[in-house]
Nanobody, 127 residues
Framework: QVQLVESGGGLVQAGGSLRLSCAFSGGTFSTFAMGWFRQAPGKEREFVAA????????YYSESMKGLFTISRDNAKNMVYLQMNSLKSEDTAVYYCAAGDIPVLTAVAGTERRYDYWGQGTQVTVSS
């Protein structure tokens, strides 16, 4: 059974940076596209970024493009989200997800395309 465990969340001041990590186990990591989503208090979960199984292609929410960077290490079964210039509105629980998405297109921004989800890690940005 695939399991995903996020880490790296915490409290950071506005303008600061954080790198989230997600450890994958229980399957063949290199066959899954990986995504990051987030859910702020009182809001629906929203797409942040996705990366293809090979790591060659990435896809971002327009509002995060240029500020957040997704990457993966298939040798370590890890996916990362580097977040820079954080703002208070980035405060949310961040989730990683794994999906069988052979070709990374805009569908990677859709929750239902992902089969496995982590428990989430809290990111709090203080202003």
């Amino acid at each position: 059974q695939v399991q995903l465990v996020e880490s790296g969340g915490g409290l950071v001041q506005a303008g600061g940076s954080l790198r989230l990590s997600c450890a994958f186990s229980g399957g063949t990591f290199s066959t899954f596209a990986m995504g990051w989503f987030r859910q702020a208090p009182g809001k629906e979960r929203e797409f942040v970024a996705a990366i293809s199984w090979s790591g060659i292609k990435t896809y971002y929410s327009e509002s995060m493009k240029g500020l957040f960077t997704i990457s993966r290490d298939n040798a370590k079964n890890m996916v990362y989200l580097q977040m820079n210039s954080l703002k208070s509105e980035d405060t949310a629980v961040y989730y990683c997800a794994a999906g069988d998405i052979p070709v990374l297109t805009a569908v990677a921004g859709t929750e239902r395309r992902y089969d496995y989800w982590g428990q989430g890690t809290q990111v709090t940005v203080s202003s």
